[in-house]
């Protein structure tokens, strides 16, 4: 049976009304445990971290109605209970193109509020005015060049039996980097592409059977954040390095791009927002 809170309820893959005018209820709410699951994850996580959400089409209007238009970067925490399908985020998002507002701060805490209820957690929501688009970062993640790699690839389904670390060979500590990753919606089946970044110290893992696991979610049906999720834990679990952090940025799609990260240690900084070129 269909549930309303599962990806099946979803608005996604069906026929869209756009909404001109504000309506919250147009964000449609996913509890992270619904995959955790199949993870075998439940009590405490052996991660944390944040998913990091560019919203590049903004707009409202002033109180005299002319429109205004920004960009915003909504932070929002590994451990809150719910993620937010991503039209559905659209969606709210466009029913403020013809919502008269009273300035940027009313902006600001109508999406802080919204979006707080929505993922189920505080979050946070920081705006990007026009005076200040040309100074948003651009950059590539750091780290070795996975797809330097002459491989062979036959499996296109993530397969973590590949994944393996040099038990005999001492610790190592690296930045692993692919541009390869494309993983498919849960819902719709569209392709979603990312750059993945892998930081660990540990024994050395295998990097061409790491390309080829990679390369294995070409097929995959699953949310970003999942994606992400099943990457840390079946490193964690295969290859069980002592510290560990994975962080994919994705193209965006309707004017939304998600990033991401998990990590079980602490640098004391928090991913960059860095957009990369295809970004």
Known sequence: MTSPFTPDGSPLGRPTTYQAHYDPSLLFSIPRQY????????????????????????????????????????????????????????????????????????????????????????????????????KVPMGELDGLLLDRLDIEVHEYSPDPSLLEAARDEPVVEEALVSHLLKSNCLVTGQPDWASVQIQYIGNAINQEKLLRYLIGFREHNEFHEQCVERIFMDIMRQCKPQKLAVYARYTRRGGLDINPWRSNFSTGTAPSNARNARQ
């Not at 109508?110 to 026009?130: I, S």
């Open 35 to 134: 995959k955790r699951d199949e993870l075998g994850l439940s009590g405490t996580l052996p991660f944390f971290g944040v998913d990091i959400w560019n919203a590049y089409e903004i707009s409202w209007l002033n109180m005299r109605g002319k429109p205004q238009v920004a960009m915003a970067k909504i932070t929002v925490p590994a451990d809150s209970p719910n993620i937010i399908e991503s039209k559905s985020f659209k969606l709210y998002l466009n029913s403020l193109n013809q919502t008269k507002l009273g300035g940027t701060d009313a902006l600001l805490e109508l999406l802080r509020e919204d979006l707080t209820n929505g993922f189920g957690a505080p979050v946070q929501v920081m705006l990007t005015l026009p005076e200040n688009f040309s």
